[in-house]
């Protein structure tokens, strides 16, 4: 049997999407919302609400034909969520399924809600948690059981409780109207909340729809407050509740880690078969510098990921959160200098078993997110050299089976290693070829005449900022500092405009180059500055740490050398030998 997941973009490793249970699918109505629509590249870089970066994690395609009956599943946290239904079985796989939507395992969840409907096929219910899971899933396979799922919460709910027939209401209105059905979604969840103070679940829908996320500035956007409260609420009554654990987690990670900490301690305790669940601690371990804890929280979903694939008979790229959970451990691992490490799982991303109609199918998971994974990680790493021989190594004949826009992205990445590692070796025509070799090819990208052929919008603006880091350190290199750094900012505010995402979607952070521009100019103080500043945003960095020991070592200040080089130390004992010479 072959379950298919999601579009995952690795961070440190590959660019990053987002995705969650409750989707808003633009343009869609129920009756003609078909899986075929979408694309591996739904998410366009020019929204950067959280709930949209979350959503884009977690579409998948899954092969549905011929499946066992579920399993009853334990560790995955708790939900009490009555259903009229005379099954006690349908009751169960319900809560089931509804605690799988919590842990994001959308396939999971479907496979529960197909369980529940055969043993009560009258109950609505059950329908409801279908096209919930089906929303977050991609591809034709389901299509059949979206359409059972919307003629049966249309033809039941007349005769159903109020409460479920403003859930049923609630669901399809949600994708009957591409400008107002998010909003009609959430109003019918509020009266929910309203009439039935005690529903969790209906708080915990409202919230994680309700999650806008932050700015660049970490403002807080539309509904993100409104979310917190709710979620505040929950945990204040239920402190017990994985999924208000889950979703706080998304909620704080970016703007307050440190106020997630205490549910990222918590969370793998409450699910901790839920490979999901017991990655997410990771992100916050992640955000606050304790490269550590992140480190054993990703492992540690490694082996739920892999104990369940096992099991079940599911190969790897058919596990979105082992894919996923993979892009954040090698970001971990690019902080703390675990080069070998982060290489090893590289390979195993690139190393995926894959059938052909898989690839075709799946060219984002396996291509982006696979085939040139260590490539990007070797950019992570500042390997360009080797980034790029990675990538010339990557041969695509006529026959394959990756688009001309992979094959594209692939070259542009080539380009910018190329050129990067050029200004490394002094070779600075060779650096300007493959810049405007870059620039040329952005260019015909932004010229295609067939739309499926262009290299989707997040992407491009990946390689935008890749351009002018190139720029910037060719100007360098020729000592024309002012334009250096001016392009180098340019870069950097680039790099910030693409919006949160997790891991982070840049490979290499901007400001290391600007900060070395700085340190050949001379300019000790604006070079800390940037070295700082790149501590604020990746804490206990181990590039920040040995930046600032160049920058003093340079300058002569030998005390403070030496204390960063104590720093830079303690955070990497696990770091590859001759990463950060002392």
Same mark, same amino acid.
């Given at each position: 049997?072959?379950? %298919?997941?999601?579009?995952?973009v690795?961070?440190?490793?590959?660019?990053?999407?987002?995705?969650?249970?409750?989707?808003?699918?633009?343009?869609?109505?129920?009756?003609?919302?078909t899986?075929?629509?979408h694309?591996?590249e739904?998410?366009?870089?020019?929204? $950067?609400?959280h709930l949209?970066?979350?959503?884009?994690?977690?579409?998948?395609?899954?092969?549905?034909h011929?499946?066992p009956?579920?399993?009853?599943?334990?560790?995955?946290?708790?939900?009490?969520?009555?259903?009229?239904?005379s099954s006690?079985?349908t009751?169960?796989?319900?809560?089931?399924?509804?605690?799988?939507?919590h842990c994001f395992?959308?396939f999971?969840?479907?496979?529960? &809600?197909?369980? #529940?409907?055969?043993?009560d096929?009258?109950?609505?219910?059950?329908?409801?948690?279908?096209y919930?899971?089906?929303?977050?899933?991609?591809?034709?396979d389901?299509?059949?059981?979206?359409?059972l799922?919307i003629?049966?919460?249309?033809?039941? =709910?007349?005769?159903?409780?109020?409460r479920?027939?403003?859930?049923?209401?609630?669901?399809l209105?949600r994708?009957a109207?591409?400008?107002?059905g998010?909003a009609?979604?959430?109003?019918?969840l509020?009266?929910?909340?309203?009439?039935?103070?005690?529903?969790?679940?209906?708080?915990?829908f409202?919230?994680?729809?309700?999650?806008?996320?932050?700015?660049?500035?970490?403002?807080?956007?539309?509904?993100?407050?409104?979310?917190?409260?709710?979620?505040?609420?929950?945990?204040?009554?239920?402190?017990?509740?994985?999924?208000?654990?889950?979703?706080?987690i998304?909620? =704080?990670?970016?703007?307050c880690?440190?106020?997630?900490?205490?549910s990222?301690?918590?969370?793998?305790?409450? #699910?901790?078969?839920?490979? $999901?669940?017991?990655?997410?601690?990771?992100?916050?371990y992640?955000?606050?510098g304790?490269y550590?804890?992140?480190?054993?929280?990703?492992?540690?979903?490694?082996?739920?990921?892999?104990?369940?694939?096992?099991?079940?008979?599911?190969?790897?790229?058919?596990?979105?959160?082992?894919i996923?959970? %993979?892009?954040?451990?090698?970001?971990s691992?690019?902080?703390?200098?675990?080069?070998?490490?982060?290489?090893?799982?590289?390979?195993?991303?690139?190393?995926?078993?894959?059938?052909?109609?898989?690839?075709r199918?799946?060219?984002?998971? &396996? &291509?982006?997110?696979?085939? %040139?994974?260590?490539?990007?990680?070797?950019i992570?790493f500042?390997?360009?050299?080797r980034?790029?021989?990675?990538l #010339?190594?990557?041969?695509?004949?006529?026959?394959?089976?990756?688009?001309?826009?992979?094959?594209?992205?692939?070259?542009?990445?080539?380009h910018?290693?190329?050129g990067?590692? #050029?200004?490394?070796?002094?070779d600075?025509?060779?650096?300007?070829n493959?810049?405007n070799?870059?620039?040329?090819?952005?260019?015909?990208?932004?010229?295609?005449?067939?739309? =499926?052929?262009?290299?989707?919008?997040?992407?491009?603006?990946?390689?935008?900022?890749?351009?002018?880091?190139?720029?910037?350190?060719?100007?360098?290199?020729?000592?024309?500092?002012?334009?250096?750094?001016?392009?180098l900012?340019?870069a950097?505010?680039k790099e910030?405009?693409?919006?949160?995402?997790?891991?982070?979607s840049?490979?290499r952070p901007?400001?290391?180059?600007?900060?070395?521009?700085h340190?050949?100019?001379?300019?000790?103080?604006?070079?800390?500055?940037?070295?700082e500043?790149?501590?604020?945003?990746?804490?206990?960095?181990?590039?920040?740490?040995?930046g600032?020991?160049?920058?003093?070592?340079?300058?002569g200040?030998?005390?403070?050398a030496?204390?960063?080089?104590?720093?830079?130390q303690s955070?990497?004992?696990?770091?590859?030998?001759?990463? &950060?010479?002392l």
């Amino acid at each position: 049997m072959s379950f %298919i997941r999601h579009t995952i973009v690795l961070g440190c490793i590959v660019i990053s999407s987002q995705c969650l249970a409750q989707r808003t699918r633009a343009g869609e109505s129920p009756e003609h919302s078909t899986h075929a629509q979408h694309t591996h590249e739904a998410h366009d870089g020019a929204s $950067h609400d959280h709930l949209n970066h979350i959503q884009e994690y977690r579409k998948e395609t899954v092969f549905v034909h011929h499946l066992p009956a579920p399993e009853r599943l334990r560790g995955i946290g708790t939900t009490h969520f009555p259903i009229t239904t005379s099954s006690n079985e349908t009751q169960f796989f319900f809560n089931q399924g509804i605690e799988l939507l919590h842990c994001f395992w959308d396939f999971e969840a479907y496979r529960a &809600f197909k369980e #529940a409907i055969r043993h009560d096929s009258t109950a609505i219910m059950p329908y409801y948690g279908l096209y919930s899971a089906i929303g977050a899933i991609e591809g034709d396979d389901f299509k059949n059981d979206q359409k059972l799922a919307i003629r049966k919460l249309k033809a039941l =709910k007349e005769k159903a409780t109020e409460r479920e027939k403003l859930y049923a209401e609630a669901i399809l209105a949600r994708d009957a109207d591409a400008e107002g059905g998010k909003a009609a979604y959430q109003k019918k969840l509020e009266l929910i909340v309203h009439k039935y103070p005690q529903d969790v679940d209906a708080k915990l829908f409202l919230a994680l729809s309700k999650m806008g996320g932050y700015d660049a500035k970490l403002n807080p956007r539309e509904g993100q407050i409104y979310s917190e409260y709710l979620l505040k609420d929950i945990l204040r009554l239920h402190p017990e509740n994985a999924a208000a654990h889950h979703y706080w987690i998304h909620l =704080k990670e970016n703007c307050c880690p440190n106020e997630a900490l205490e549910s990222a301690a918590k969370l793998p305790q409450l #699910a901790p078969n839920s490979g $999901h669940m017991v990655h997410m601690p990771g992100h916050v371990y992640y955000k606050v510098g304790d490269y550590q804890k992140a480190f054993d929280a990703f492992v540690a979903a490694v082996k739920v990921d892999s104990a369940y694939m096992k099991q079940q008979n599911i190969p790897e790229v058919d596990n979105w959160n082992y894919i996923h959970n %993979i892009n954040y451990l090698l970001s971990s691992c690019a902080e703390d200098g675990r080069y070998n490490t982060a290489l090893y799982y590289a390979e195993k991303l690139k190393n995926m078993p894959a059938t052909k109609e898989r690839k075709r199918k799946y060219e984002g998971r &396996f &291509f982006y997110q696979g085939v %040139i994974a260590p490539a990007k990680m070797e950019i992570c790493f500042g390997f360009y050299d080797r980034a790029a021989q990675k990538l #010339a190594a990557i041969q695509l004949d006529k026959d394959s089976l990756f688009t001309p826009k992979a094959i594209s992205y692939k070259q542009a990445l080539f380009h910018f290693a190329t050129g990067m590692n #050029a200004v490394k070796k002094g070779d600075l025509p060779m650096a300007k070829n493959h810049q405007n070799a870059l620039d040329a090819l952005l260019w015909r990208n932004a010229n295609q005449s067939d739309a =499926k052929d262009i290299i989707n919008t997040r992407r491009v603006n990946d390689l935008n900022v890749a351009s002018l880091e190139l720029q910037g350190v060719i100007q360098s290199a020729e000592n024309n500092y002012t334009e250096a750094i001016a392009l180098l900012k340019k870069a950097k505010q680039k790099e910030d405009e693409l919006g949160y995402s997790e891991p982070p979607s840049y490979a290499r952070p901007v400001l290391i180059s600007l900060a070395e521009a700085h340190l050949k100019a001379k300019q000790y103080s604006k070079a800390v500055a940037a070295y700082e500043e790149l501590l604020q945003q990746h804490p206990n960095s181990a590039n920040g740490y040995w930046g600032l020991y160049n920058v003093f070592k340079q300058k002569g200040d030998q005390t403070k050398a030496n204390e960063y080089a104590k720093r830079l130390q303690s955070v990497t004992p696990h770091g590859g030998q001759g990463l &950060f010479p002392l």
